[in-house]
């Protein structure tokens, strides 16, 4: 009889030592099973133990953006789904709805989450970022004024920062793949 207790002890001690899986951490791996990426994107886990935090690489194979390889981290919170992941571009680019600081501006990032939606969902809505830039919605208002009133002056901003060029004083990153 006590050498039950003593084994039943040990399995409650080894049970409280393993760390409990979170509900986002079964929802983010669920997510992730389910992804169905083109070969234009490319997901990388730094850490395999942590599916909460991770890059995902868009290579653009269409658009003003082609040729480019762009590098968005993923910070996953606890609250997932109920909370939207946090985004941000790892890459200093010249692109409307992504600021200087690497934040994006995409609608269910922000007001338009619902906890319906997975990573897919973003992933795809970011791609779509760079087939069609919103200037309607922007975080970077210089380029959204030029992709608005100057489409060929935006045309070559693109270019040029892409190659790692400078615009207005503001040096991009040479996201050329």
Known sequence: MLKILSMKKNQEAAAKKKPKTSAAQIR???????????????????????????????????????????????????????????????????????????????????????????????????????LEPNADDPLNKEAAEDLRSRRDQFLQNVKNSMRGGSLKGRQYDNVLA
Request: charged share 20%; with cysteine.
């Open 28 to 130: 983010v791996q669920k997510d992730l099973t389910e992804l169905d990426l083109p070969s234009t994107m490319e997901t990388h886990f730094p850490d395999a133990a942590d599916l909460l935090n991770f890059t995902l690489t868009i290579r653009p194979d269409e658009g003003m953006y082609k040729g480019g390889s762009f590098k968005f981290s993923f910070a996953i919170n606890t609250n997932y789904p109920h909370d939207p992941p946090k985004v941000k571009c790892t890459q200093t680019i010249y692109h409307p709805n992504v600021d200087l600081e690497g934040n994006v501006c995409l609608n269910i990032l922000r007001e338009d989450w619902k906890p319906v939606l997975n990573l897919n969902s973003v992933m795809v809505g970011l791609q779509y970022l760079f």
